[in-house]
């Protein structure tokens, strides 16, 4: 990052600093998506996807922000930290940006675990390890990086048990978290108009095929270390292995639902020789001549990387994927504006204003 870039961050990361008053036009909340199932016992609504929405009374944008939440987590995500701060919300509702935060489909407010087949539980080994405190486990080299999160990082500490407390179930089944989130994703768009999309981890897998959908109606995706490596998922070992690829092959390369592809057909898949460094995975490629993703041609991408999630051995892959497949794609390791110490949950983190603040400048001159 030049610079010039970093004194924007700076200088965004100043802008309606929390202590000054966040005045709300309207806010509200509905549903998107979803189905009434006469088929199942008592005919309950399925598919629907909760979305709470603010709109500030200085609006300076003319595309919200559509903020989709990943694995395990509800929207609260967004709203605030465990440790009481303000949430990527309220930042960029002091920017001028109306903001609609989801609850997935089957999450939290949208809960309807019953009627969606079987949910994967929190597990607090999981959490503890790709969250909160990846430095312990050291499962992937980069964890030892991980400096930023608020609080001992422990269970009894009280910023750990609020973001523990935090977690919910999720739909075990990939292709249908992927399917029924499109869909909904999609009636969302339908009924606010144009937004800027924000995904994060899991919910990466949602915004490709909901701009596959509608690409007239997506300005930007924000993609904070979205869903990946393409076509395979990473084991990670530890020392001094570290990764491996998990067996099951992602139908679209991207994910576990289709995407439109010119020439039309399913993408054929190579892996790369040799890994970029030591640290890194080895990419998972689309044979040459490559498929084109073109729904997604004309929308600007930006990948946000931290420099000691799980992620930073891997997202290198997704970027090289995209652009591939013909995807304009800004890559944003945080490293490279010198932020440091992040791990995947970045938005909760430390300095959560300061990455907030950077991919800020980043739709400010991409977003018009």
Known sequence: ??????????????E????????????????????????????????QMYVEFQIPHKLEHPYPIVMIHGGGQTGTNFTGTPDGREGWAQFFLRRGYAVYVVDQVARGRAAAPQVHGAMTPPRLPFVEQR?????????????????????????GDPVFDQF???????????????????????????RIGPAILLTHSQSGAFGWPIADQRPKLVKAIVAVEPSGP?????????????????AKTKMSGLGEVPLTYDPPGPPEFVQEERADAPDLVRCWLQKTPAR?????????????????????????????YLRQAGVPVTFMPLTKGNIHGNGHMMMLEKNSDEIAAAMLSWLKETVH
């Not at 966040?22 to 199942?40: C, N, S």
């Open 292 to 320: 084109q993703l073109v729904n997604l041609k004309d929308i600007p991408v930006l990948v946000v990387m931290s420099e000691a999630s799980y992620h930073a051995s891997y997202d290198h892959c997704t970027v090289r």
């Open 164 to 190: 523990y407390a935090s977690q919910v179930p999720s739909i075990a089944d990939f292709a249908k978290q992927q399917e029924l989130n499109r869909d909904a994703g999609v009636a969302l768009l339908d």
């Open 16 to 47: 309606g600093a929390p202590g000054d008053p966040l005045v709300i036009a309207r806010q509200g909340y509905f549903f998107v998506g979803g189905r009434i199932d006469r088929a199942i016992e008592g005919s309950p609504m399925m598919g």
């Open 230 to 246: 393409p076509v395979h998922d990473v084991e990670f070992k530890g020392a001094p292995d570290w990764f491996a690829d998990a």
């Open 131 to 155: 969250f909160i405190a990846p430095e312990h486990a050291k499962l992937w080299p980069q964890a030892r990086l991980h400096t930023q999160w608020p609080g001992a990082g422990e269970p």
């Open 1 to 14: 990052m030049s610079l010039l870039g970093a004194m924007a961050i700076h200088a965004a990361a100043a």
